[in-house]
C-alpha cells in the first residue's frame, strides 16, 4: 500500500512560483507512473501533469505546458511539480496520484490507484 503526502502549497502572487512535492511511502517507488491533479473551488478533478518511470516522459495538460514541470527523485521516492508563471485560474488543491505500471501516460483519474490529501495553492491577483 503506497502512501502519498504532499507538501510545499501555499499563496503566491500571479506571476510568480511555486514548487511543491509528494513523497511515497510504504512501499517501493519502483515503476509507478505518477501524476499531479488539481480541483478548483466549483469545479471537478482535472489532470495537470504525469511522469512515467523512471522519469523519461511526461506530459501536460494545455492549460500547464510551458509554465509547470514535474519530474522525480527516485531515491528518496519523491515527486515533484515546479509552478512558473503562475496566474490566478491555478488556484486549486493539488493532488498526487500513482499508478504501478509501464508505458503510457494516463491523464485520468481512474487510471491511478493511489492518491494524497492535497496541498491548497493560492494564486492572488
Known amino acids: 500500500q503506497v502512501q502519498l503526502v504532499e507538501s510545499g502549497g501555499g499563496l503566491v502572487q500571479a506571476g510568480g512560483s511555486l514548487k511543491i512535492s509528494c513523497a511515497a511511502s510504504?512501499?517501493?517507488?519502483?515503476?509507478?507512473?505518477m501524476g499531479w491533479f488539481r480541483r478548483a473551488p466549483g469545479k471537478e478533478r482535472e489532470f495537470v501533469a504525469t511522469?512515467?518511470?523512471?522519469?523519461?516522459?511526461?506530459y501536460y495538460a494545455d492549460s500547464v505546458k510551458g509554465r509547470f514541470t514535474i519530474s522525480r527523485d527516485n531515491p528518496k521516492n519523491t515527486v515533484y511539480l515546479q509552478m512558473n508563471n503562475l496566474i490566478p485560474e491555478d488556484t486549486a488543491v493539488y493532488y498526487c496520484?500513482?499508478?504501478?505500471?509501464?508505458?503510457?501516460?494516463?491523464?485520468?483519474?481512474?487510471?491511478?490507484?493511489?492518491w494524497g490529501q492535497g496541498t491548497q495553492v493560492t494564486v492572488s491577483s
Open positions: 496520484a500513482a499508478v504501478r505500471r509501464l508505458g503510457g501516460l494516463p491523464s485520468t483519474s481512474h487510471e491511478y490507484d493511489y
Open positions: 510504504g512501499g517501493t517507488f519502483s515503476m509507478y507512473t
Open positions: 511522469i512515467n518511470w523512471p522519469g523519461g516522459r511526461t
